[in-house]
């Protein structure tokens, strides 16, 4: 059936596109010979080299397929999108709730296919986007080269020196209200041998609290509150 559609887009191809067919008959001679469908190219303008798209293609044509890639482009980067909120969801049930060796096991099959998901989309991206640049010539196609480095969540790449921070003077925090909590139940308790009360423990840890404060709100100066260095693609 496959076999039966690919004739029908050639004797398309051959009334709309007479240069297709000098394209395949160049590339390759044994067409006639192939195997499996997948191995026949399918001619579009953007194959074609420019002298050839102008002269052996009917008006209009490259037109059609800039529309057929801007969806394209739009909806496997949307897809990519998705699947990699996917993904961020998938990483954090596993790291919470996933114990036992078959959730394990479940787990890094859900994960696996989700990421082939994302390769999809990432091919399905690129190949829109190299189609886009031939049609308009290199750096004209209004869309950005997806990169390896790009495809990451939008959380991936949180500043560690400023959670580090927010996690230090947190600790002290909670240590010294717990310490405060602790002296205001039971001031005896707190008291030591030589009788100094607890209160000048707390005491002596207010300027150590006060400096880990002055720290975290240099660190926020210098790299922004919130600050995340996320994709172009967010």
Known sequence: ???????????????????AMTFLSNCRTNLNEAEHIKEIP????????????????????????????????QSSLNS???HLHMKFRLLTYRKTNVK???????????????????????????????????LRGEG???????????VRMMGNDENSALGME?????KRTRDREVATRQANEDPARMSDSDGYSSSGAIGEEEPALEGSRESLVRVRAQVGEGYRETSWIW
């Open 140 to 150: 004209e196609s209004g869309w950005k080269k997806l990169h390896h480095r790009d």
């Open 42 to 73: 399918v001619v579009f303008p953007s194959t074609l080299p420019v002298p050839d798209r102008v002269s052996g293609c009917r008006s209009g044509l490259d037109l059609i397929e800039e529309q057929l890639r801007e969806a394209r482009l």
């Open 100 to 134: 036992a060796q078959g959730m394990i096991t479940k787990s890094q099959v859900l994960l696996k296919r989700n990421q082939r998901q994302i390769n999809c989309d990432t091919k399905k991206y690129r190949a829109a986007w190299r189609a886009l640049e031939n």
């Open 1 to 19: 059936r496959m076999m039966r559609l690919m004739g029908r887009l050639r004797s398309i191809q051959a009334l709309y596109m007479p240069a």
């Open 166 to 170: 927010q996690k230090r003077v947190g």
């Open 80 to 82: 990519l999108r998705n």
